[in-house]
C-alpha cells in the first residue's frame, strides 16, 4: 500500500506518528532522497530509511519531534555522526502527524448540537451524548458520533487521555454536577460546564462539602464555560465555548 494511504488511514483511526522523508543526500547513502518511514510512539515503523545507526537514530528523533509536534529537518554526516562507513551525508525531514483532539460534548441541545456544528472544522473529533429518546433526529449529526444513553453509564464506556476536551451542557443541573464530578477525576485537556455564576457558586460548594473533588481539581474546571463576552443566544455561546477550546488546543501545542 502506497504510504500516504496509510497516513491517511492511521489518521482516521487517530493514530499519532511521525513521517521520515529522506529530502537530499550526497555521497554515498544507503538509500535515496524520496524514501519514506513512518515512525509510531513505540518504535514500530512503517518502510525505510536505509536501516542502521541511521534509521534507529531517525526514530528516536522521530519519538521526541512526536512530543513537540514541530516538523524539523536535520542532516546526518553518517560516518562523523553516526559511525556509518557510507561516509556520506543524507538530510531527513520530520513531519509529526498528531491525532485530533477528542471533544466529548454532553448534552445535544440548542447549544451542544450548534458548538458540535462548529467545532468540526476546527481538528476536533466529536461526540455528542445525550440520554432523551429520539434528540438526534432532530438535527444534522454527520460528521459527529452519537450516543443516545446515560451519562454515567456512557462515560464508564469511554476513553479520557490528556487530549479530551469535555462540554458539559445537558438539560438538568443535576446532571451537569454530576458529570463534572466524575469527568474531572480522569486525564482532560479541557473541562468546562455551563451555569451561572450562583450555579457555579453551589456546585463548587457541593464537591467540596460532599468530599466529590478537592479545591485543586475544582480549579482545574472552566465554569462558567468559555471566553468571556456578552453571549446570549446559543450560536453565540457555542461560539464562547469553541474559542475557549481553541484557545486551550493551540496552547498546549505552542
Known sequence: MDIYNQISE???SNKECVLCIITDTKGSAPRKAGSKMIVFPDRKII??????SIEFQAITEAIEILKTGTPIKKIYKLEEDLGMHCGGTVEVYFEPIKSSSELYIFGAGHIGRVLAKYAR???F??????EREGIFDEFDTSGCKTICENYETAIGKIVFTENTYSVIVTPKHEYDEKIVG????????YLGMIGSKRKVAEVKTRLLANNILD???IDRIDMPIGI???????EEIAISILAKLIDVKNSLNS
Open 182 to 189: 466524575i469527568c474531572a477525576k480522569k486525564p482532560f485537556a
Open 125 to 130: 473529533r466529536i461526540t455528542l451524548f445525550d
Open 121 to 123: 472544522d476546527f481538528g
Open 10 to 12: 492511521l489518521q482516521q
Open 215 to 217: 479545591q485543586q481539581e
Open 228 to 234: 468571556k463576552f456578552n453571549a446570549e443566544t446559543p
Open 47 to 52: 518502510g525505510t530509511i536505509g536501516g542502521g
